[in-house]
């Protein structure tokens, strides 16, 4: 973390304006996608960037009618597989029982899907029953003022970003995810850096997080900046855009803010 303050890539904000001679004024916001609704702020200065662009971009078009339909389809396992196929019968008995304890259904009702979604359902149950999202404040936010919303990505890109690890990994971490408390104290790890509005330190948790997995943090991270990074002068070309993504995105050397920077373009932190 000092090292990335050295080179002062990323100050403590989650909100940045991006300009540049060849495009129209943006701003770029660090989400988390889930996080309890005690520690939820829609802070002022969102929304004074939001009301002052004329078009939103989401990681994925949230709003698309289709995008559900198109989730659940990705989260599936392929060519009639099962999970059963990978895991061992302790692996199963003991994700059963857990399943069956907490969410009053047993393991084969999720057996067609990938241990993705099932830590999607950890996840949520670990935050508690008061939940909030960014993500879908912001398609509400769109629809109220009547601002276009689109994704940077599309399902089919992002799911294939967590189909990088093999299945059997997946479910490895998924039992992890329940026996251990680490999961949990790690999650509030990052809820307390996100309030810090660190960056650069939520950059170093996603490293910590996936226990410096190269080939991981290459498709989580690296190479979905790089394509945003990409994106974005061209999407902001004719028009002012808020561009909402996860906060792990943003900071490090090789962030989406960074790499903004080597193109040439200014940006800035907003503090209020």
């Not at 829609?42 to 971009?57: G, I, L, N, S, W």
């Not at 857990?98 to 993705?116: D, E, G, Q």
Request: glycine share 4%.
């Amino acid at each position: 973390m000092a090292f990335y303050a050295q080179f002062g890539i990323a100050q403590n904000s989650l909100l940045y304006k991006v300009e540049g001679t060849d495009i129209q004024p943006s701003y770029l916001f660090g989400t988390i996608h889930l996080m309890p609704q005690k520690d939820f702020v829609m802070q002022p200065k969102v929304k004074k960037a939001f009301k002052r662009c004329d078009e939103v971009y989401l990681e994925l078009d949230m709003d698309d009618p289709n995008m559900l339909k198109e989730m659940m389809g990705a989260m599936n396992l392929k060519n009639g597989k099962t999970l059963d196929a990978y895991m061992d019968d302790d692996e199963y008995s003991f994700l059963d029982a857990y399943f069956t304890a907490n969410f009053n259904m047993s393991l084969a009702n999720f057996k067609t899907f990938k241990p993705f979604y099932l830590s999607s359902m950890l996840l949520t149950k670990m935050i508690g029953d008061q939940v909030a999202s960014y993500e879908m404040t912001f398609v509400q936010m769109a629809k109220t003022e009547s601002k276009e919303l689109k994704g940077l990505e599309t399902v089919a890109e992002q799911i294939a970003v967590f189909d990088t690890q093999p299945l059997d990994e997946q479910i490895d971490d998924l039992i992890k995810m329940i026996k251990e408390e680490s999961s949990l104290d790690l999650f509030n790890t990052l809820i307390e850096l996100y309030k810090k509005e660190n960056v650069d330190a939520l950059y170093t948790y996603m490293d910590d997080y996936f226990n410096n997995d190269e080939v991981m943090i290459n498709a989580l991270l690296l190479q979905r900046n790089k394509n945003w990074a990409d994106k974005i002068p061209q999407l902001s070309k004719e028009t002012s855009v808020f561009y909402a993504v996860g906060a792990g995105h943003l900071g490090g050397r090789k962030g989406v803010l960074q790499l903004l920077k080597d193109k040439g373009y200014i940006v800035t932190p907003i503090f209020e």
